[in-house]
């Protein structure tokens, strides 16, 4: 602390009394402490952002938009899953909520300070009919997404985009059409693919799909999915782009020079964001490890044709990724006996991806974390690491080229 140096007060004296230049707390501080962190102004701060690079602000559609009385709205996931207990943390719903659909201009005068491009969801339950909440979309929905978008150009004299799914993107475009607006397919899809082999998701699979299978199953069909809205979105001459927002990243090797944890780092890639991002963007194939480790009844194969119409429907000017980072995101290594002796083992615990997170300190549950937590209630998983965020960026560009990438939620 502080300096380091010890101070004797006389030589007659045994004790050392060691100074510190910040004040202590006497108990252990929840988050870094200030004075031992490197802020992101000071980070790289001799390089700068690259033209066109944009910050935007969110939030989820559900928390804030209202109308449920008024305009309809029907029921969406989260207005469901919030009510099972322990979905959510605390168990809070979305039952009361920050009524947007009444507010936002009062809310777009009081943010007329930011000079910060927004992005906006897509009304998700509001525009859909509750009668029909799979088929429709509702005029009062898709006329309020307008009036929002026109609001922020004028009030904030910005920019102002449609994060759209692609659903409501091609209802909305076949209408409307305003130009300018972002489609996304779906939204990480390797955590909702895995939810699917746990309760309750897993009392309803379909015959011949079981808990160990389902996964991947989902991984199939929802890239052939993808790849028919995309072909919807060009074929109606919908302007703007259109992708798929995937997760996850590219870790690095516990120890350095290991040849296994070398190879652990890119059976994490294969199975965890190369399972989506190859065949999209690369090869129209599944990643050449995943194919290697499962067997085609754990895993359909592409056919020829469907991997012409996944390379045909690649979004090459457009990739999506979310960047969280927790504490076990920095580093992969093989399994503890070996990486043979879980690949070649299906009843290994870490078998097909066979391969460890490991935490950024060796000594679990102590120690600080690779950054600070977004809050307490997060502070066993969810960090800020902004000195890792080009380096995700880029190892993502170089295995999968694109003319840009659009970034969310990211805590960097």
Known sequence: MGSGRIRRIS????????????????????LHPQAYLTGPKDILSDLKLPSGFFF?????????????????????????????????????????????????????????????PIHFPSPGPES??????????????????????????????????????????IAFASQYNPGGHTAFTFNEPSPFCSEYS???????????????????YCAYHVLKAHTGAVKAFREMNIT???????????GTPWCEGNAEDIAAVERHVAFQIGIFSDPVYTTGDWPQIVEDTLPPDFLP????????????????????ILRYRRIQDIFNAAPLNGLDACVNNTAHPNWPTCNIQVAYDSMPDSGWAVGPALDPQTSHWLFATPQWFRHAMKEIHTRW????????????
Not at 21 to 27: A, G, N, V
Not at 301 to 320: N, W
């Open 128 to 169: 859909t009919p509750s009668e029909q909440p799979t088929r429709l979309l509702a005029k009062p929905g898709l006329n309020v997404m307008l009036m929002v978008r026109r609001s922020i150009i004028i009030l904030l004299e910005i920019q102002a985009h449609i994060l759209f799914t692609a659903s409501n993107s």
């Open 56 to 116: 935007a602000v969110a939030t989820a559609p559900c928390q804030v938009e209202g109308a449920v009385k008024d305009e309809g709205k029907g029921p969406n996931h989260w207005d469901w899953a919030a009510h099972i207990p322990g979905v959510v943390w605390d168990n809070t719903t979305a039952d009361v909520v920050d009524l947007h659909y009444y507010l936002y201009k009062t809310s777009l005068v009081l943010q007329r300070w930011e000079s910060t």
């Open 11 to 30: 030589p007659t004296h045994h004790h050392c009394y060691p100074t510190a230049s910040i004040i202590l707390s006497s108990l252990p501080p929840a």
């Open 401 to 412: 080229p694109t003319n840009k990438i659009r970034c969310f939620r990211s805590l960097a």
């Open 301 to 320: 194969r592409f056919t020829e044709e469907e991997q012409k119409d996944l390379l045909s429907g690649s979004p090459v000017g457009l990739c999506g």
């Open 198 to 216: 746990w309760a309750p998701f897993n009392a309803t699979l379909a015959p011949g799909v079981n808990s160990s299978t389902v996964e991947y």
């Open 240 to 250: 703007g782009e259109i992708a798929f927002k995937n997760d996850d990243y590219v």
